[in-house]
C-alpha cells in the first residue's frame, strides 16, 4: 500500500463532520425503559455557542432515546439543533451539560481518546455526500473502519469485498468513488458504517443526492442491514419520499422538540 494510501486510511478517524440526529423525544425517563432493548438515551442535553460575543442557545435540556431495531427519523428547520445534537450523540461534540450513554456506557463524561474509541467501535455514520476518501476503491473506503480497529488490511479488504456484494457492487469493488454513480457511492458509504456492526448508526440526509429510485434501494439496505445488527437508527431528512420507513419522526424547533 502507498504512502499516500496509508495516510488516507489514517486521515479518517480525524474527521469530524457535522451530521444531525433524530431525538425520540418522549417524556419518560431513561430509568423506566427497557435497558436491554435500548441503544441511545440522552438526558437534559444543552449546549450553547457564543456567535458576535453573544451567547446563543442551540439546545435546551432535550431528551431522546433510541431503541434496537428501531429507525427514528428527525426533522425540523434550518437552526433548529439538529446537527449539534446529532454530533454530540455520534460523540464527535461535547455538550455544555446533561447525559449521553451509548448501549449502556456512559459518554458524555469520557476523554475525547476514549469517545473516539466508542465512535469508532460503536457508531457509523452515513453522510448526504458519501465522504468516500476519492483516492481509495470502493472495498478499500470499506475497510477503513476495520482497519482504524486494527485489522489487517488483507482481512479488512476480505470482509469489505463480502458486504459489498450484499449491497449489489461486487462488480465494482476496485473502481474509484469518481467513477462511480451517486446511488453506487451512497451504498458504498452505507456498507462502509456497518461494516464494524456498530449499535448506532446515524445519517445526515442520506437520500437527498439520490433519484426516487436510488433512494429507496439505499433505505431498504439500510433497513435490512440495520436489522441484522440489531442496531438503532437516526435519520435526519427531509425527503418525503423515505418516511414511510420511519418507526418514529420527531421535530426540533428553538433547540426543543415539539
Known amino acids: 500500500m502507498s504512502n499516500q494510501t496509508s495516510a488516507d486510511l489514517s486521515s479518517l478517524s480525524a474527521t469530524v463532520v457535522n451530521v444531525a440526529v433524530p431525538s425520540g423525544a418522549r417524556s419518560e425517563d431513561a430509568a423506566t425503559r427497557d435497558s436491554e432493548k435500548n441503544i441511545l438515551t440522552a438526558n437534559q442535553i444543552r449546549k450553547s455557542y457564543h456567535i458576535g460575543g453573544e451567547p446563543r442557545c442551540v439546545l435546551n435540556g432535550v431528551n431522546f432515546y433510541a431503541d434496537a431495531d428501531e429507525c427514528v427519523f428527525l426533522s425540523g428547520p434550518s437552526g433548529s439543533g439538529k446537527s449539534t445534537l446529532l454530533s454530540i450523540m455520534g460523540c464527535l461534540l461535547e455538550c455544555d451539560s446533561g447525559e449521553i450513554s451509548i448501549a449502556g456506557q456512559r459518554v458524555d463524561q469520557l476523554s475525547v481518546s476514549k469517545r473516539t474509541r466508542v465512535r469508532r467501535q460503536s457508531i457509523g455514520f452515513v453522510f448526504q455526500r458519501f465522504q468516500l476518501i476519492r483516492g481509495l476503491s470502493a472495498e478499500d473506503n470499506v475497510a477503513v473502519p476495520l482497519t482504524l480497529q486494527g485489522m489487517s488490511l488483507a482481512e479488512a479488504r476480505e470482509k469489505a469485498g463480502e458486504l459489498l456484494g ?86 426540533i424547533e428553538n433547540g426543543q422538540f415539539k
Open 166 to 251: 450484499r449491497v449489489g457492487l461486487s462488480l465494482h469493488r476496485r473502481q474509484l468513488p469518481t467513477a462511480m454513480s451517486p446511488g453506487q457511492c451512497q451504498r458504498v458509504a452505507l456498507a462502509r458504517a456497518v461494516i464494524t456492526k456498530p449499535k448506532l448508526l446515524l445519517a445526515d440526509e442520506p437520500t437527498a443526492a439520490l433519484d426516487g429510485k436510488s433512494g429507496a434501494e439505499v433505505m431498504e439496505l439500510m433497513k435490512e442491514l440495520v436489522a441484522e445488527t440489531g442496531s438503532a437508527s437516526v435519520i435526519v431528512t427531509h425527503d418525503p419520499r423515505i418516511l414511510k420507513y420511519a418507526d418514529r419522526i420527531c421535530e
